[in-house]
């Protein structure tokens, strides 16, 4: 690992330990990784080999999935689930959690995290880590991912930051909602519409409805935190969201 990835790592671990914070019942766990056999063993346990389908896959992916299942399995021991499940891959690649919980995964360049609740009043939760898109990147992805007044809200920002804090926490809603969604959805179809940088926060709203539970102009609230280089952001979904 490069210094200069090592310190991009660093900022990202301190955001995650600097988002505001959530419900009492939410746990997380993180862990840094390296790319390598003697990594991807140590992180592998017995009773939850890797999937099938990643046999074939780069040494990359198959240490970045085992690390994100131990930060699932780690986050789930802290909620105090105490079974085994094998956190197996469901349909459209969401982690299968046990039953009674719900939980989120992501990993970047090293750097995997996950959280974890028990259901409750919680129908979804979603966690997503980001390193800050190149200048480039995000004049050519920000037209996609939002639109002409979303990318006004932010400008003071700096629009690579804006770009990736927009896209980072529309990842973070797709994950939350999915459980109860059950279908990819558009980035276009939340609409970021207030930011509070002083709380970490940005409220998006449903610019479409999607299921008879998540209907238009729905409002989540996704807490975020900055890194010199990255940020992370974290969305909880709840039954009855914040308005309509
Ligand atoms: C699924 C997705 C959000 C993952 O984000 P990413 O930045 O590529 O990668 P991350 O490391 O942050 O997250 C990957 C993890 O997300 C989880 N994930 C993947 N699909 C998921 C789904 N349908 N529901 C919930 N979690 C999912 C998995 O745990 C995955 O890791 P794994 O494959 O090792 O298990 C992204 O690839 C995607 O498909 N986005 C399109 C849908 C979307 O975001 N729409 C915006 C709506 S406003």
Redesign the pocket.
């Known amino acids: 690992m490069s210094l200069d990835t090592a310190c991009e790592l660093d900022g990202l671990e301190a955001a995650l330990s600097r988002l505001p914070p959530a419900c009492a019942a939410l746990r997380q766990a993180s862990l840094r990784y390296t790319i390598d056999e003697t990594m991807l063993t140590a992180l592998t346990p017995p009773h939850a080999p890797l999937p099938e389908a990643l046999s074939g896959a780069v040494l990359k992916r198959r240490v970045?999935?085992a690390a994100?299942r131990w930060c699932a399995r780690e986050a789930l021991r802290r909620c105090g689930y105490t079974g085994t499940a094998d956190l197996a891959?469901g349909r459209?690649?969401?982690?299968c959690w046990p039953g009674g919980y719900l939980g989120?995964?992501?990993?970047?360049h090293g750097l995997a995290v996950a959280i974890a609740a028990p259901a409750g009043s919680l129908t979804g939760v979603g966690i997503?880590?980001e390193l800050t898109m190149p200048a480039d990147t995000a004049r050519s992805i920000a037209p996609h991912i939002a639109t002409a007044r979303e990318r006004e809200l932010g400008a003071a920002l700096g629009s690579e930051i804006w770009t990736t804090l927009v896209f980072s926490a529309?990842?973070s809603?797709?994950?939350a909602l999915?459980p109860t969604v059950g279908r990819?959805?558009?980035?276009l179809?939340?609409v970021a519409e207030d930011l509070d940088p002083d709380r970490g926060e940005i409220s998006l709203r449903l610019a479409t409805t999607l299921s008879d539970r998540h209907r238009q102009g729905d409002v989540h609230r996704v807490a975020f935190a900055l890194a010199d280089k990255g940020l992370v952001t974290r969305c909880l979904a709840r039954e009855a969201p914040a308005a309509r």
Do not use: M, N, Q, W
């Not at 459209?92 to 982690?95: E, I, K, L, V």
């Open positions: 970045e999935f994100g891959v459209h690649r969401a982690p989120s995964i992501s990993h970047c997503d880590l529309k990842e809603l797709f994950k999915y990819y959805f558009e980035f179809d939340a």
